[in-house]
Each structure stands twice: as C-alpha cells, then as structure tokens.
C-alpha cells in the first residue's frame, strides 16, 4: 500500500521499513558499520553520478539512519528527512543551508534558551544575523520586520518553554508572499500532535531527543523538507551552484536543483553540511528513537491527559501565581490551540510559584518523583527551574522579551500515574511553605 493510504498509527510501526529489504528482520537492524562494499566500478560510477542511491559511508548514510528519516518523512507527509547527531545539529544545517553566503533569519524570542544563545554568538560570525519580531502574537509584527536579506522565517510550533501556539498557516502565507521559506521546530507538539507541513510549513526540525524517541537514551535530530518550496527562485543563488561532485557520467558539474528536483534541501544539507561538518546520527542511537516512535501516538496522548489533569490541580493552589499552557483557564492561545492541536498542546509548560526564592529552592528539592533535568518530552516527569537552567544563558532583558520571569518552574509531564504527579508536587508545596 501506498504511505498515504496508511493511518499514522500504521506507519510510526511500519514506515520507511520492508523486512524483505533486509534479511527479512522483523525489527530494524542496527548496521553496525562505517563503510558499505562498492560491489565493482560501474556500481561506482552509477552511485558518484548519482544515476543511483546507496550507501557509501555511515557519516552521510546508513541503513539504519535511512528507515528513521523515511519514517519520520512519513509521518510528516514529507519528500525527504535527514537525521543527524542532536537537535542542535539540525536547527544548525538548516539555518546555514538556507542563509548560506550571509542573510537575515526573522524569528522571535519564544524560543529554547540554547538556540537563542547560538543566534547571538555563532552564526553571525558566518554572516547570518537574526531579527526578532516586537509581538510574536501579531502577524503585522512579522511582515514590518521582513526586509529583502531575510532568508527565512524560524519559529517553534510550541514553544519551550511557555508552550506558546504559532499560527503556522499565516506565517506561512506571508513567508511564501516573500518568497521565504517558513522553518519550524516541532520539537514539542511531534507530528502526532501536529503536521506543520499541513499548514504550509516549508522545514520541520525535531530534537528526536525528546518526544520523539521518548526515553531520555538517546542524543538525534531529524530535519524534514516538505518539497513544496521553490529553490529555484532567485533569493537562493546557492542552490544553483554547481559542483564538481555532482558531476553527470561526462564530468559535467551540476547543482542540486538539477541533480535532486524532488529534495534538492535535505541532499545539500547532506553532502555537504553532514558531509563535512560531520554530526552524523549513530546507527544504534537510530535504532532507539524508532523504538521510541513506535509508541508515539499512545506515550504522547497519555502525557496529555496527565498534563491538563496537573494543570487542572494547579488552578486550585493558592501557591501558584500563573499556568501558561493552552489548557490552562484564560490562556491566549486557546483558539489556535483548537486550530492546530485537536489531540491536545503537549505536555510542557510552566507555572508561576508564589513564594520567595528560597521557597522555590526548597519546593525544587523536595520534589521526588519528577526528575530535576534539562530535558523535556520524556517518558519520565521532569521539573527544572529554566530562568537559572534551560534559559540561563539569556540576558534579564532577553529573559523579559521571552516571557520569563524569576518566579517560572517548567514542567514536562510523563506517563507516570497522574494522582501520584499530584501528590508529589502537594508534599513539595507543603514542605516549601511549611513556616
């Protein structure tokens, strides 16, 4: 059957995957290896012309690796994938390969603290700045801030860690009027929750670190190209260059465009950025976040519905000031949230704990089941306090811009048994407020 006949429960078991490929194995196997046989020299001259696909070297391509990307393309309803060594590795590729030669990246500061840190410090140094938008809220703030260097607009569908909602299908639109891609980070909502690509997302990056493989085991990032953005249209001239290395069988260079009409983004994030910068994905690291998407849809609508029930308990304490969630009573964001995300917002979001700063530290350190980590998207509750941890390398102000105050504790919910998550954060609460 063809992939988009498939439901999505099917092909997070089943995508990218034929055992009669390979032994027969009913489980994907972990090609252990770092270079593949040739099979004798006109195999070679059909692989280094391209006239056909296979495996060469693990740094660009292993077995393994290929059955992860094919099934997280399908999922998306995506052309092509490309994973890679971490999420960071994949927002990296992708901002590189879109502003390649210098340009300006339009994003906003509701971002995870770490990506907002590589945009002041790295990528200007290779001739790529960054704007953010005045109101992420406002589409208007968008389009006064686009200008003719802006090479892409990058924002998360749901933001770490305020769990903020964009409006994929504007930013979309107004993306494509300027003939720019729309990149997003889909990290928190997955495709389960959310298919970007719908809505005219032209990118998808994930940390396959979190949600998506779901363990907390496994370091990986995916990056996901729709196949619907036109390349070709002047604002990328390096698209158009031609290589030595995709010569034709006459030696002719030729570009990407020509050589991969169909994905010419993923193949030119992979020989060339994979290639050479070298953050490739382990084959048994592979292996663990499809064994982690392989119960996606069931992991994440448990953690949904343990979410809204904690956030639900929260609303009741006089110790919480403030819960910034789409589920959460008054949130802003409920009407894209109904829009978007049907099945539910994910399972990350924060609260405000009203109490002095040695009151959060004592509630931080009584907490017993929730794991004290800088990660999210686990089968495991976690807690952390992100102004001094996951966002400590922002500045007050850059602090401010995003919507973090001193009081905010983020919370990602896992599967455990939601009245024991409960009873956890009640003995915490008791203990920090116990004078």
């Known amino acids: 059957m063809a992939k988009e006949e498939l439901g999505f429960d099917t092909l997070k078991v089943r995508g990218g995957y034929n055992p ?155 993306a494509h009027a300027h003939d720019i891609p729309l990149i997003v980070d889909n990290t928190v909502a997955t495709p389960y929750l959310l298919n970007p690509i719908r809505y005219g997302a032209d990118i998808v990056v994930y940390s396959a670190t979190k949600a998506l493989g779901g363990h907390g085991n496994a370091i990986a990032g995916v990056i996901v190209e729709s ?6 249209n002047g604002k990328f001239p390096h698209f158009s260059e031609p290589y030595h290395t995709l010569r034709d069988r006459q030696g002719k260079p030729r570009n990407f465009l020509e050589v991969f009409p169909d994905a010419p983004f993923s193949f030119r994030v992979r020989l060339n950025y994979l290639a050479y910068f070298g953050a490739s994905l382990s084959p048994f690291d592979a292996y663990l976040i499809l064994q982690g998407i392989e119960t996606l849809s069931e992991r994440v609508q448990k953690q949904v519905s343990n979410t809204e029930k904690i956030i639900h308990y929260l609303e009741t304490k006089t110790e919480v000031s403030w819960i910034k969630h789409p589920a959460a009573r008054n949130s802003p964001y409920k009407t894209l949230a109904e829009k978007y995300l049907p099945k539910g917002a994910g399972s990350l979001f924060t609260f405000g704990f009203n109490g002095t700063d040695k009151q959060n530290s004592t509630f931080i350190d009584a907490i017993k089941l929730f794991g004290y980590q800088a990660n999210i998207g686990d089968s495991r509750s976690l807690i952390i306090n992100s102004p001094k941890t ?46």
Do not use: C
């Open 20 to 174: 009669h490929d390979h032994h027969n194995a009913a489980s994907v196997p972990i090609y252990q290896t770092a270079s593949y046989e040739l099979g004798g020299t006109e195999r070679v001259n059909r692989l280094f012309s391209f006239e056909e696909l296979g495996f060469l070297y693990t740094r660009i391509g292993n077995p393994t690796v290929t059955v992860l990307e094919e099934r997280v393309a399908a999922l998306d309803g995506a052309v092509a994938a490309v994973a890679v060594g971490s999420g960071m590795a994949a927002i990296t590729y992708t901002l590189l390969n879109v502003a390649e030669g210098g340009g300006r990246i339009l994003t906003t500061p509701y971002l995870y603290g770490g990506t907002v840190d590589s945009f002041k410090k790295i990528y200007p140094q290779f001739g790529i700045t960054f704007d953010q938008v005045a109101n992420p809220n406002d589409l208007e703030s968008f389009r006064g801030a686009i200008t003719p260097e802006t090479k892409a607009i990058y924002v998360e569908t749901i933001s770490n860690p305020n769990a903020t909602v964009a409006d994929i299908e504007a930013l979309a639109i107004l």
């Open 227 to 232: 196949g619907k953005f036109n390349w070709d």
């Open 390 to 435: 996951t966002h400590g390398e922002l500045t007050l102000e850059e602090q401010q811009r995003a919507d973090i105050t001193s009081d905010t504790i983020r919370l990602s919910i896992g599967l455990e048994d939601a009245n024991d998550l409960i009873a956890d954060l009640e003995q915490a609460f008791g203990q920090a407020f116990a004078d």
